[in-house]
């Protein structure tokens, strides 16, 4: 009996890692699936801090890989997105996935710079993780997933890295660490990276982390791209809001079952931050909400090069620019980088 399809087509999943995770789920029963997922959720929600992975067993982390690796590919393409829009000539010939479990964010990079070869190296403290995201690139006889190599790390105090790196991601993994193991991870990845993109939860406190990270990625000299359009102090008042984005997720048979519901997706919500060493580009500003779509107007609430959120209205009469606020997404750059300037 083969397992039901892990999550559907997507325009940004690749087709190889689609059916590659419908691979890894096969003779594994549903309804085990979905009591290993629920039972991983409840013990990410309610833990704290640790120097242990939480994935003990290759079930542990075939559930939760078909589970959470869609979501997590899509919050760091998206972020990646960003990055690369606004600096798009520039590639990384390698890559440190710091944390990298199964490879989510390996497979991000690799869908973000389809072009050329990158030596990447994954690496986590969870050997049945590194496993999995061994076979899995195997099973999907993806170019750009042959020559990653999958090393077993101690994550915690920051694991060294190569001096010549040139992009480092750390998705979801920093709120699995303490404070001193944040700023360790954070330091040796300013330390050796030309580039630096963290991913968070788009929570609270997954926000916070970010900004934590942002100011000592900062400190360290390098100077933020995404999302913010400057690299001044965050204009958000801490907890009154935090700044987060969405990444659209196709929902799988065992989304539906852990989570009820009948939507054919949900919105995955993500808080991130890419900094560079080199000069880099930023966006004039950066679309902070959901855009409001009104009568003949559209509300944008924007986070700005001069470091201070504004609200701006765009109306109908503005044309060319009034239809690509229509066209913005949140998270998007405004005006976008090839679109129409702003009066």
Known sequence: MHAPDPFPTSAAVPEALRTALARLLD?????????????????YRGRTPTDAPVLRDRSDVAAYAAYRMPATFEAVRSALGAFRELVPEWSPASHADVG?????????????WPEGERR????DWSEPALTVGRQLAEDSGHPAMRNVRWHRRTIGGGPALSDDTDLVTVSYVLGELTGTDRHAVVDEAARAAQAVVLIEPGTP???????EARDRLIAAGLRVVAPCP????????PGAD????AARVGRSSLHRQVKGGS????????????????????????????PQLRKGQVLLDLCASDGLLHRTTVTKRRGPLYRAARD???GGAWPPPDGPEEE
């Open 27 to 43: 003779g594994l029963p549903p309804r085990q699936a979905a009591r290993a997922v629920e039972r991983l959720i409840a013990d």
């Open 100 to 112: 990298g479990g199964t490879g989510a964010a390996t497979w991000a990079v690799a869908a973000t």
């Open 120 to 123: 990447t190296t994954v690496l």
């Open 205 to 211: 406190d997954g926000y916070l982390r970010i900004i």
């Open 230 to 237: 400057h690299s001044d102090a965050c204009p958000i008042e």
């Open 242 to 245: 935090w700044c987060h984005f």
């Open 263 to 290: 939507l054919p997706y949900e919105d995955e919500k993500f808080s991130y931050v890419a900094a560079v060493r080199f000069p880099p580009a930023t966006a004039d500003n950066r679309v902070v909400r959901r």
């Open 328 to 330: 913005v997404d949140w």
